[in-house]
């Protein structure tokens, strides 16, 4: 049991998402998006709706640590420009995360392969609809209680070559009060109100396409800001509440050819914010 705890110690560098003081060895989640008003004229107006699920298989290298995490979500929405349409994506994805734990303990370093399959779950599966990519992301320590991360991420998304610099942080304020996340991915802050109940506020931003038929593709561009709570109903067994709404959400049909990408207009709206989810988690600051 000790060897398995360890192992979950070493991973939280693997969290290329976001910084963080806890692991989920597995992660359900649905959320659910409504527009803001209720005009039914407004042809901008889009509901989603979202599903995810993923599992987290670390293993221990001597101080090392490989992981293997697979992941399955669907996207749907529908606005006034389909005529009601709901459309609908999928998503497939397998990243391989290997952390080196250098001899001066205050320096880790994660480096993350990605492959996935985004496409229109009507389509075959095949090599347009594949991307692949990875991040490189470093970890210091300044103390038992700061620490800062830096580091790149690339995938080959079908709008073309996708890079951002990465900067993150995972702060113990106090014994109530964490700060982490890995920008511009996620930004979280959590409040402990008690052993069973934290409550916090988190910012995402997402960046993502999906191929769709006759070589077209769907690129979403979305933020959230939320407010959410934890119940940990047993120890390892956590029901998540978030609410929110979106901000500058932008969806945006496309065609690259030639590498040359052009898009078309897709009038969406921004709207409330509902996520449920649950986790089977260990939390990496008990004391």
């Given at each position: ?25 597995l992660n359900i989640q649905g959320q659910w998006s409504n527009p803001s008003s209720n005009n039914a004229n407004d042809s901008s107006e889009t509901e989603t709706r979202y599903f995810e699920t ?20 669907q996207l749907s929405f529908k606005s006034g420009y389909s005529d009601a349409e709901v459309i609908r994506m999928q998503s497939m994805l397998l990243s391989l995360a290997y952390v080196r734990q ?186």
């Amino acid at each position: 049991m000790r060897n398995i705890i360890a192992v979950f110690f070493l991973w939280m560098s693997v969290q290329v998402a976001q910084a963080q003081p806890f692991f989920d060895l597995l992660n359900i989640q649905g959320q659910w998006s409504n527009p803001s008003s209720n005009n039914a004229n407004d042809s901008s107006e889009t509901e989603t709706r979202y599903f995810e699920t993923t599992l987290s298989l670390p293993i221990k290298i001597k101080q090392d640590v490989l992981a293997i995490s697979p992941s399955y979500s669907q996207l749907s929405f529908k606005s006034g420009y389909s005529d009601a349409e709901v459309i609908r994506m999928q998503s497939m994805l397998l990243s391989l995360a290997y952390v080196r734990q250098w001899k001066n303990d205050k320096f880790k370093t994660s480096y993350v392969f990605i492959s996935r399959s985004n496409q229109d779950p009507h389509l075959e599966f095949s090599e347009r609809s594949m991307q692949w990519g990875g991040a490189i992301v470093h970890s210091i320590k300044k103390s038992e209680k700061l620490k800062y991360k830096i580091g790149v991420y690339y995938n080959s998304e079908f709008f073309g070559p996708f890079i951002l610099p990465l900067a993150g942080i995972d702060w113990n304020i106090n014994e109530r009060l964490n700060l982490f996340g890995l920008l511009p991915g996620s930004m979280n802050l959590e409040y402990f109100l008690s052993k069973k109940i934290h409550l916090g506020i988190a910012f995402r931003s997402i960046t993502n396409s999906y191929r769709e038929i006759h070589n077209t593709f769907i690129r979403i561009n979305d933020n959230h800001l939320k407010v959410l709570a934890d119940f940990y109903i047993l120890k390892n067994h956590v029901i998540s509440l978030e609410a929110g709404h979106s901000i500058l959400r932008k969806y945006k049909p496309g065609i690259r050819i030639n590498s040359e990408t052009s898009y078309s207009d897709l009038d969406v709206s921004d709207g409330f914010l509902l996520k449920i989810g649950y986790a089977f988690r260990f939390r990496l600051d008990e004391k």
